[in-house]
């Protein structure tokens, strides 16, 4: 496990295993500032043109694809596990939105994709995931098949060394944000960074009532859907 990983452990067990809901409590002052944000994306058609497709491997060294959760909602969020900050809030914030939506939670499927694989192991991954939830599943796989992913969520990434600082010593900046794909494997929407878990949640427990109550929202059988462009 990476040392962020372990010293967020260690602050987890001083405090109670309180990291998430900590976490949760302050986001809540951001709550309109996160709403704008996704008004706005919304509004200069940043989010146009997601197509939230992949192809990855998982921890068990399987192949894993957008499509390869029929019926269930996919809840996804890009990093690493060198990330000092944003990622492991992001996560946090992930279980405390599964903690939420209660019975829901069977319905969606979070996922933690890496954008450094040449840190970031299969069994790097496992031990961070694990951590914040048992049901996140961590996805990594060649640079190739990463920037296509980050690419296919609008997901900008890119590595920055300190001058002087060894060939594994690096930070990598990247996009924030947490996207929802649909019981098809389709982009739904993207929740803006900030933005509180219980709102998420809110959200994602609609749109799951929705498609329920809808026939025609139900996810055909692989060999029956349309091919995606």
Not at 37 to 51: K, L, P, T, W, Y
Not at 55 to 63: E, F, I, Q, T, V
Not at 127 to 151: C, K, N
Not at 191 to 212: H, K
């Amino acid at each position: 496990m990476p040392a962020r990983a372990a010293l967020l452990l260690a602050l987890a067990l001083l405090s109670g295993a309180a990291l998430p809901a900590a976490a949760a409590e302050a986001r809540q002052d951001a709550a309109p500032s996160a709403a704008a944000d996704n008004a706005a994306e919304d509004a200069a058609g940043e989010n146009r043109g997601i197509s939230g497709r992949y192809l990855l491997m998982d921890a068990n060294g399987r192949g894993v694809s957008n499509e390869d959760f029929p019926g269930q909602y996919q809840l996804i969020a890009f990093g690493y596990t060198f990330c000092p900050d944003v990622c492991p809030t992001t996560l946090a914030e992930m279980s405390v939105i599964m903690e939420r939506l209660g019975a829901t939670a069977e319905r969606v499927q979070p996922l933690f994709i890496t954008v450094d694989p040449e840190r970031d192991t299969a069994a790097v991954l496992r031990g961070y995931t694990e951590f914040f939830h048992p049901r996140i599943m961590g996805l990594t796989g060649s640079a190739d098949l990463v920037r296509r992913a980050a690419d296919s969520f609008k997901v900008r990434y890119e590595k920055v060394r300190e001058p002087g600082a060894p060939p594994g010593q690096y930070a990598v900046d990247h996009s924030a944000g947490i996207f929802l794909l649909g019981p098809d494997g389709r982009y739904l929407r993207k929740f803006a960074y900030a933005t509180p878990p219980a709102e998420i949640a809110q959200r994602i427990g609609e749109i799951v009532a929705a498609g329920e109550a809808s026939p025609l929202s139900r996810p055909l059988p692989r060999h029956l859907r349309p091919r995606q462009p």
